[in-house]
């Protein structure tokens, strides 16, 4: 197993040292090779939560976003929802391995923040910043779910329905169990040692309302979406996009 953070999986992925991965959906949008499987995936259907843009002052003043390195399709998403609102900032790449986000960090500046950075920060600050969700700005702008991730089997792999099919059984396991793997986050720790800053109701509230986990024909006409929206916004080449289900 490999437990890397989502841009180093999708670069794995690519060069073939990986099989099989869960990665970012632009990985598939900007290298169709792949099949994917179906009926799975990491998805919002209004706000995410945990993938915003943390800021002080209106959106619509920001002059510059530092940007979270370790997602390809958070990025992305953001690039074409600013340009939907007519909005340009500068977009500056924050180091991979810079510290964590402070307080002093957020002061006077915007920064898109994914995964647990972004939890903790709202949880930390929600009375001192304000939170673009762009799961949200997203379900406001389409209509349609946005799917963040996919799992991911490279064409060179032999009988890929046999992998589907068990990260398929993985996944309503995982759902059916979710109660107990809730309990396990709530009683981990962090990095530094510490006790995790979330609470059983956040987690609960968080799998059951915040994500989704299907990808089905609403999942896939948002991904269409999206894909036609880096076209148009010079993200991706001009291509016909066809699912390679398994």
Known sequence: MDFDHPSALCNKLAAGKLDVALVSSFEFLRNPIYRVVDNVSISSNGPVYSVIVAHGGEITEIKEIELDPASETS?????????????????????????????????????????????????????EFSFWDLGEQWQKFVGLPFVYALWLIRPEVADPKQIANALRASREANLANLDNLVGEVVGGVDASGQRKGVGREFLWRYYTEHLQFGFEEKEKEGLRIFANLCIKHGLLPERDLAFRVV
Do not use: W
Request: proline content about 4%.
């Open 75 to 127: 990025i992305n998403l953001l690039r074409c929802l600013l340009a939907d609102l007519g909005l340009n900032p500068r977009l500056v790449r924050r180091a991979a391995g810079a510290p964590a986000v402070t307080k002093s960090a957020l002061v006077g500046r915007a920064q898109l923040l994914i995964g647990d950075q972004a939890i903790y920060v709202r949880q930390e600050y929600a009375n």
